[in-house]
Structure formats: C-alpha cells, structure tokens
C-alpha cells in the first residue's frame, strides 16, 4: 500500500517544486549513464529539465498525464509522465520516487494512476522504455503486467539518445 497521496495534476505544479524532484531523477540517469561509461555535458540535467518545461503541454490531458506522489507535509516524492505516442497509445517517462518514498508502493500507484489516466483519454495501449542498470523498473514492469519486447520501439530516448539504444529495454501492456 502506498504512503503517500497520489495526485493527478491537471495543471503542471510549481516550477520550484517540480524542478526538485526532476533534478534528483536526471541527477539518477546521469550517474547511472557515467557508471556505463558514458561522458555526460555537466549540463545535461539543466539542459533535459529546459527540454522538459518547453514541451509540459505534452503531459496534460488531452496529450498526456503527469502524476506526482506527495508525503504528509505535501512534499513531492515522486512523479510520472505520459504522453502520447500515437492515436491509440500513450509513452511512459520519468518515473521516479525519493529514497525516503522507495520500498513503499509509491512507484507502482504512480505508474496504475498514469494506466487509469491513458484509459480515461482513450488510449489502449502503454509503451516505456529504460536503461540496463534500472533495475528498479525492469523489475517492476513485468509484476504490473507489462511485457519486455525483444525489438526497439521509437520511442522519444530511442529517437534522441541513439547512443542508449544497445542498453535500452522497451515494455508494453494493452491496456
């Protein structure tokens, strides 16, 4: 059972509070991209939280979702995003819970509340996609019903970070 209050933005929350919890979870790929050997711009996580405020229009109805968890004194502990991907199917991005918010089902109702959400706007299928060392989510995806496909999908990390491409992992689930 998850700790925290799950919460269904219908609006992009502050650009203080939600640039907190990006920061930590581009602070997250970025370590875990160096410790694979990649050489990664110091400004990489500035440049993916610029990339991310120039498109939030992507992530509210009717193109998307974001979905954010928040502790008793209204923290944000964790988030999830989804956009869509074509006319019938909605991409996962950016999940991500605190260390603090680990362990407690707040990463699973994070991603059931983005599935009910791509439901709602008339979407049947979800697609996601992570790196190797996540192993978090390659273990997570396959308990919530989702299937690990052996070819790539074009998603947008396959599109814009071709060097990722032989450590990605791409999932699916009909919703």
């Known amino acids: 059972m998850c700790d925290y209050e799950i919460e269904l933005c219908e609006t992009i929350p502050p650009r203080r509070e939600l640039n907190a919890i990006l920061t ?14 990649f050489k990664i711009d110091p400004a990489a996580p500035q440049s993916a939280l610029d990339e991310f405020w120039a498109n939030t229009n992507d992530y509210l109805p009717p193109n998307g979702c974001l979905v954010v968890a928040r502790d008793s004194g209204g923290k944000i502990v964790g988030c999830g995003m989804m956009k869509r991907f074509d006319q ?25 509340a983005r599935e009910q959400a791509a ?6 299928r979800l ?22 496909l052996n070819e790539p999908i074009r998603t947008t990390t396959y599109l ?9 992992h791409f999932f699916t689930k009909n919703l």
């Open 119 to 124: 439901r709602d706007i008339g979407l049947t």
């Open 160 to 168: 814009d970070q071709p060097m990722l491409r032989p450590h990605l």
């Open 24 to 37: 930590q979870y581009y602070r997250l790929i970025v370590s875990r991209m160096q410790d694979m050997g």
């Open 88 to 112: 019938q199917t909605g991409e996962l991005k950016r999940v991500f819970v605190t260390e603090q918010a680990r362990g407690t089902g707040t990463g699973r109702a994070l991603i059931e």
């Open 127 to 148: 697609i996601a996609d992570t790196l190797t060392p996540n192993v978090e989510m390659r273990s997570l995806y396959p308990k919530l019903g989702f299937i690990e």
